[in-house]
């Protein structure tokens, strides 16, 4: 059975920095695309930064480039978002969410909160 679970969030000033962790069992995150979204109440869920199975490739909002680094540890079977710069705008509900590749499933982490204050 596949879990994921998120942990790393909590409470930053405006400018500050927060390492989001999302670990696995039950899977290989090698295997999956991990996307890491984030949701605040009343709105939709938002795709941040993405990474790839296989080689590692990865993507990252408008919002998120060039403030956010998405990285895979093998090893520890996680998933981390380092999030640096963080503004009012980026406060929401951050969720791990791990698909496989060519398989019609996916999974999601219980989310972790991030909030930034001005």
């Known amino acids: 059975e596949v879990h994921l679970v998120e942990s790393g969030g909590g409470w930053v000033q405006t400018g500050g920095s927060l390492r989001l962790s999302c670990a696995g069992t039950?899977?290989?995150?090698?295997?999956?695309?991990v996307v890491w979204f984030r949701q605040a109440p009343g709105k939709e869920r938002e795709a941040v930064s993405c990474?790839?199975?296989?080689?590692?490739?990865?993507y990252h909002s408008d919002s998120a480039r060039g403030r956010f680094t998405i990285s895979r540890d093998n090893a520890k079977n996680a998933v981390y978002l380092q999030m640096n710069d963080l503004r009012p705008e980026d406060t929401d509900v951050y969720y791990c969410?791990?698909?496989?590749?060519?398989?019609?499933?996916?999974?999601w982490g219980q989310g972790t909160q991030v909030t930034v204050s001005s």
């Open positions: 969410h791990a698909e496989p590749f060519g398989l019609p499933v996916y999974y």
């Open positions: 990474i790839y199975s296989g080689d590692g490739g990865v």
């Open positions: 039950g899977l290989h995150f090698d295997d999956y695309g």
